[in-house]
DNA sequence: CGGGGCGTTGATGCTGCTCAACAGTAGTGG
DNA sequence: CCACTACTGTTGAGCAGCATCAACGCCCCG
């Protein structure tokens, strides 16, 4: 990662270590004061917006950060709750920024995880600029299986543990319409869906069916 | 801004001139090696994805900064296009680092133009949420006018220097609904659109279409 | 065992996409 | 300066994808 173990231990001094959370619990809510970053050590985290109608931002994975979008504001602009249980580090931002200031590696680690999250935002744009609901669902569930698959786990076989009402505000339709979207891809054998557990069968059709350029064909354009 | 005289010196002498662009010409295209951050001096800016059919990622004015999204990665992974004749200053990135190692005002400054940038993208996504189209347009166009206004321009009579086009990939629709929706928004007398000249006229009445929070009643909420 | 939340399924209607033609604007060269 | 073309934007008609409403089954919880 480019920090040295002397840099790690300066870290470790002052995080806040494994705060277990359980499902349903919130690691910030909007409107509180900014203090912190938090790092998802286990677990899953959904943030929303509450304002109006629950618009579900993102779901993040073991290795995210979350809060970054609050570091230029003094309060936390969305929420951010559990949806199983996690283990939580809570990282003060000022004292990491003190430590940081010191350690160029540190800084530099800090920018690319910024510059991620963007790029994460990005792509989610990417997944929500599809016209139909098809495309998004079925986009959805490859960006998911790709980020599972980069943390060691199955891409192929996984337990959804958000809500499909989360899914629904996340992707922009309505309940009912991944419901039957899911059934759909299930009868036409691209999944074999049973409540919340998927298993992806058929990854061609279904990156056919996103209109994603499929990964292999990716790093090929030119400038 | 917490940069000192001495600071913004220094920066100065790493930052490539204002290369003035015409309307069409690319700031970047996605691909191409990253090595530069840009900062929009004068002018507009869109982003946009060319994997498939040319999604609009975001419009960029004066003082925002472009490329955030590639300090992670090795190549810019999308395009950025000039709408008008624009000036553009390019800030070499890894010179940019070894310059704020030293300075913790500076760094301090970028994590909050990264995480502004996020916080852009988070609104965004929000605005992207709303399910009718007509929610999405309101949205859209009240929040350039607080945009503009914060850039000391008016926030009630403005040239929208985009296409029709790019407004309708952006907010993920056909064009034809934006020119509609154009059409009945000029009929309900909540704006004067005539080509690319939009004068608002009724905000309340937009805000209330656009189903957000009125900005009066923002900062309400409790922790 | 009863309740409440979550997920599924069905019926219906409307929003907005698609296709198509046209108008208006800008850019080009005679 | 005007004619020609190409592009961008507007308008209309028709269809369908999906939201909405409603009812029901299922699972988890107390």
Do not use: W
Not at 148 to 159: E, H, I, V
């Amino acid at each position: 990662m480019g920090l040295t173990n002397g840099d790690v231990e300066k870290l470790e001094t002052i995080i806040k270590h494994a705060r277990p959370l359980r499902r349903g619990e919130h690691v910030f809510h909007a409107g509180e004061r900014f203090q912190s970053l938090y790092v998802i050590k286990t677990g899953c985290v959904k943030t929303y917006d509450a304002q109006g109608k629950h618009q579900v931002l993102g779901f993040h994975l073991p290795g995210d950060l979350v809060g970054l979008d609050a570091i230029d504001k003094t309060c936390h602009l969305c929420s951010a709750q559990v949806l199983e249980s996690s283990a939580i580090c809570e990282l003060p931002f000022q004292r990491f920024e003190e430590i940081a200031s010191h350690l160029p590696s540190l800084q530099h680690q800090m920018y690319r995880l910024l510059s991620k999250e963007i790029s994460q935002e990005t792509e989610i744009l990417l997944l929500r600029g599809k016209t139909n609901a098809e495309e998004r669902l079925a986009a959805f569930l490859l960006h998911l299986s790709q980020r599972l698959s980069k943390r060691g786990l199955s891409a192929t076989d996984f337990y959804l543990n958000m809500s499909r009402n989360d899914i629904s505000s996340y992707l922009g339709m309505a309940v009912e319409t991944v419901s039957r979207l899911f059934r759909r891809f299930n009868d036409q054998g691209l999944l074999r869906v049973s409540h919340k557990h998927v298993e992806i069968l058929d990854f061609a059709a279904l990156e056919r069916v996103s209109g994603m350029v499929p990964i292999s064909a990716q790093r090929q354009r030119m400038p």
